[in-house]
């Protein structure tokens, strides 16, 4: 009896004991589960193109990889954009017998971009790798592109622009998926609605994590690619507009560019902004654009800043022209102004959303509420109400009709839609530029280091996309296909960098050509 109690004591204990060891063991498998899930190799902050090209290119180089995203999706921009993407020297050039080569496209960031303009070592190497990411693209993602084109901008010197069937955002789906592979495989975790607050550093000042939702991330790299600042008027505010709108994704906040100039990093090309005209500046309580005017030579209308002051033929002008109207006026204020007559004879409605619906329902609205649309029965009385200048008014307009009478505008040479301020009605609408996609952005070296103004690099962080700007790679120009492929090839080239530095070795992708930096001259 004695015996059956001792071993029946003994068994308890050593199921006691199992138990206690099992408890521990799972206590640390979750401590364990729980730093691999705060640290990484590379860390990529944003989930938009760019970074979903930097945390997949990553993990195919065999990094360990945390990919944040402040919103609830990835795809970022790219799933508005159009789908165009460039490059030199690729394989559906060679297949529709298009000669090219990284020279000619170099030449190109140079007659469309405008030599001055944009970072020289980072147009070269951009089109000196932007051509093995098409090919990337049809090959290993397996999306299918047009034959090579001149782009729907400026055109380019030989066929070189591309476009998906669908748009940008067959980018991103493709890209989504593969992602989700490497998110199954555990090379890349994935944390969707986080937003990063702020970088780390270690004790020699290297950035070596993120600090998102209170809780710190570890990494040896990590990659901004965070978008532009399209959304974020505080910043908007300080480079380049007083007053506007936007277009941009509710997203581009311009996060990356808080936290890189939080580690000291410059920027370049921040006030070249080339902006959209004629946003109305309503009373929403909101950034977003909701409604446009009609710039295009509207039923003989006239656009003057807060001065009174005409500033460019308001139906024969240049795209340049047009956008510098807004972009220089005073307080960035444009008033479109016209009379009834000119309303009545409109073959469709002053604002966007009227001309859709055929009727004058939300201009009639935004008239009652008297906040960006004024009427009145006399030119005085209409600069009083809309904060327009009385007296620069009222000479503009006695100028303009005695111009309309003879025949021809002698200020800027207009000859279409004249027709003269007469009646008892007069109308002002007040407009300000609206914004899309900004082009000012970090400083970076050709291995996408972001730098400080001394030249000298933030060690750990590398930064692609939106955020180094386009305007630092292509220039004041609009050249097709260059910001998604600024995407790819910057993504790519951050991955490598982060990566290189991580692992402690020199690593490429596979599709990688060989770069010098030997930049042509011509």
């Known amino acids: 009896m004695k015996h059956t109690v001792k071993k029946g004591l003994a068994m308890l204990i050593a199921l006691a004991m199992l138990i206690s060891c099992a408890a521990c063991a799972a206590q640390s498998g979750t401590q364990d589960d729980a730093a691999q899930k705060t640290s990484a190799d590379v860390i990529v902050v944003g989930a938009g193109l760019s970074g979903l090209v930097a945390a997949y290119q990553s993990a195919q180089l065999g990094a360990k990889v945390i990919l944040f995203e402040q919103s609830g999706a990835v795809g970022g921009s790219s799933r508005y954009a159009g789908g165009y993407v460039s490059g030199a020297n690729t394989k559906l050039q060679k297949d529709a017998g298009v000669k ?89 975790t994935l944390l969707l609605n986080t937003k990063v607050e702020s970088l780390t550093n270690d004790v020699s000042g290297a950035v070596n994590g993120v600090v998102a939702n209170g809780v710190t991330y570890s990494a040896k790299s990590v990659i901004l690619a965070t978008g532009g600042y399209g959304y974020n008027r505080e910043w908007v505010e300080r480079y380049n507009f007083k007053h506007s709108r936007s277009s941009a994704p509710t997203t581009a906040i311009g996060s990356g560019y808080d936290l890189a100039e939080s580690q000291g990093a410059s920027f370049s090309n921040m006030e070249y902004l080339p902006a959209y005209p004629g946003a109305v500046d309503t009373n929403e309580d909101t950034y977003s654009v909701t409604v446009t005017a009609n710039t295009n030579g509207w039923s003989g209308a006239i656009w003057v800043d807060k001065n009174g002051s005409r500033m460019v033929d308001e139906v024969d002008f240049t795209v340049a022209a047009r956008q510098a109207a807004w972009e220089n006026a005073e307080d960035n204020y444009v008033f479109i102004l016209f009379t009834k ?27 009652e509420e008297g906040y960006c649309v004024f009427s009145a029965s006399s030119i005085e009385e209409l600069a009083t109400k809309a904060g327009i200048s009385a007296e620069g008014l009222s000479a503009t307009i006695e100028k303009y009709n005695a111009d309309v009478k003879a025949g021809k505008d002698s ?63 292509g220039g004041f120009g609009s050249i097709g296909g260059l910001a998604h492929s600024i995407c790819f090839t910057w993504g790519t080239i951050a991955a490598e960098s982060a990566v290189s530095r991580a692992l402690g070795k020199t690593v490429h992708v596979e599709t990688y050509r060989s770069v010098t930096d030997e930049i042509p001259a011509f």
């Open 341 to 367: 007559e000119m309303r009545d004879s409109a073959e469709a409605p002053l604002f966007d959303v009227d001309a859709k619906s055929g009727s004058w329902e939300r201009f009639d609205k935004e008239l």
């Open 411 to 473: 200020a800027f040479g207009r000859t279409k839609n004249l027709m003269p301020f007469e009646g008892d009605t007069f109308y002002a609408v007040r407009t300000v530029p609206y914004i899309l996609l900004t082009k000012g952005g970090v400083d970076i070296s050709t291995a996408a280091e972001v730098l400080r103004a001394d030249g000298s690099k933030v060690e750990g962080l590398y930064a692609c996309g939106e955020l180094i700007g386009g305007a630092n790679i």
């Open 100 to 188: 090219d080569s990284p020279e000619l496209a170099y030449q190109d960031m140079i007659n469309i971009g405008g030599a001055g303009n944009f970072k020289p070592e980072l147009a070269w190497m951009h089109v000196q790798r932007a051509g093995e990411l098409v090919d990337w693209i049809v090959d290993h993602l397996g999306i299918e592109l047009s034959e090579p084109g001149y782009g729907a901008y400026t055109p380019t010197n030989v066929p070189r622009v591309y476009q998906t069937k669908t748009g940008g955002i067959e980018f991103a789906n493709l890209l989504k998926e593969k992602v989700n592979e490497c998110v199954e495989k555990g090379s890349i």
